[in-house]
Nanobody, 118 residues
């Protein structure tokens, strides 16, 4: 099983980006999907989560600006990021609890860099 994240880049403050993360491999089912971010010199932080049924939670710092969504048919999770500011600059990682073969475990994507210029 692999998670492949994409969509990062350089954007000016106030701009938007949409991150995508596709799960592939021997997948039976995908439970909770998440986005984390890690800024230079800081610990990795949880940004947003979404359940199989679409229930969402967000870090306070992104509420009202970011939207997490998923397409279960495509094994894909998205993060729509609006009103970006320089403090959002970080590597963004997707994470998912995936049932593969006969067991459940968490998988990580490789990260995608988001840089917001002032």
């Amino acid at each position: 099983v692999q998670l492949q994240a994409s969509g990062g880049g350089l954007v000016q403050a106030g701009g938007s980006l949409r991150l995508s993360c596709v799960a592939s491999g021997s997948i039976v089912s995908i439970n909770i999907m998440r986005w984390y971010c890690q800024a230079p010199g800081k610990q990795r932080e949880l940004v947003a989560t979404i359940t199989t049924r679409g229930s969402t939670n967000y870090a306070d710092s992104v509420k009202g600006r970011f939207t997490i969504s998923r397409d279960n048919a495509k094994n894909t999770v998205y993060l729509q990021m609006n009103s970006l500011n320089p403090e959002d600059t970080a590597v963004y990682y997707c994470n998912a609890d995936i049932v593969s073969d006969t067991y459940l475990r968490a998988y990580w994507g490789q990260g995608t860099q988001v840089t917001v210029s002032s």
